[in-house]
DNA sequence: CGATATCTTGAGCATTTTCAATAGTAGTGG
DNA sequence: CCACTACTATTGAAAATGCTCAAGATATCG
């Protein structure tokens, strides 16, 4: 094991590069990716302290992980991961749990970019990143947003301007604050509302 | 162990159940979907023979299984499986094996829906199913289409007529050839051209 | 402080959806 | 066996949501 820290833009792997790591993230937001060779890009998540990164037992990873703030995690290597797996078994359940909720995450992300229209996604996105902040950094209507725009967009299957046209529509309406690296909650109610529950 | 049998639109198991139990299928394809309230609907993803239903740790389901044919398929209670897998400790890692197969095959879905256009959705809806079937039905230029356009619709967030349209013209174009309850494929690398690979 | 990135805003446009009408297909009962 | 019903698929025309293009504003960083 071993402590190490990347900076903001830096890659920690890519898609197709050997899976000979596997990583827990301590700080910073990373962001995860699948690139088509024409450049279109799709955000399959982000990860935050806490995440694990290179579980999947696959030789190779099938996407690319990129730091939008420093970043400071663990390294494992690999095959002596596996080891140590070997002697601690519901060490390999928990790796099973991690993964079968990741899956189910993906899964409900497919109804957003699927079946969702623009306004949808973004209410979305915003209330999911906000509960998931609360669970690591405590209850607060200010919301740290480390992506920019076109991160977001690429997240969501939209384009930037729809993204920045959706969220200044909502700072009108005063239904969210902008405050600097982020935007402030003012009206969560009016954002479930959106997404019809 | 219980072997069993569904009808057609019979449904396996709905989101939100208790996932008491665990299902390997035989013969037969399942779609898997998320539904919303307001009725629209994600297919996440079609189940076909020798694929694992339940095999999160989740309590409960977070999908519907419903059977578009007759499908034959093999029960197991959970907490015996559960007790099963104790004993084989490599067969949980076989579980988070295929679990995390499922994450990267959810994931490269999700570009799908958020960064294809119409026509190379279904283009790669199409090969890709033909890749799968032939890993099971062995090579044949001649795709079973057991769900119906509406299905491919909801599984590529796609309107029913937009998939009508898009196989209308390739059959136009004798990429494809209509057959019954299918398609034969005539083109293959011009569906992959499509995909710009 | 100038240069480069990112973001915002507007206007026109395109892809895909919506709406509507028709055609095909399967199952049911006379 | 055929008419009847219900469901699914096809096709066209109009509409709309979100995209593209372009310009300006704001922020970031040596």
Known sequence: MHHMTIAPKHTLFSQ????????TITSGTLR???DLPDGR???VGFAIPGDFLGLSLDPRFGITADALTEVSLCR???ARFMNLIERHPNMMRKMHE???HELAIAQEHMVVLGRRRAEERVASFLLKWWHRLKRIQGASPTVPLPMGRQDIADHLGLT???VSRTLARWMRERIILDV?????ILDAARLEE???N
Chains 1, 2 share one sequence.
Not at 16 to 23: P, T
């Open 16 to 23: 197709g590069d050997e899976a000979i790591s596997l990583y």
């Open 32 to 34: 995860l990716h699948y």
């Open 41 to 43: 890009r799709q955000i």
């Open 76 to 78: 494992f290597e690999r």
């Open 98 to 100: 991690v993964a079968s």
């Open 160 to 162: 930037i301007e729809t």
């Open 180 to 184: 600097p690296d982020g935007v402030r």
């Open 194 to 196: 959106l997404l019809g």
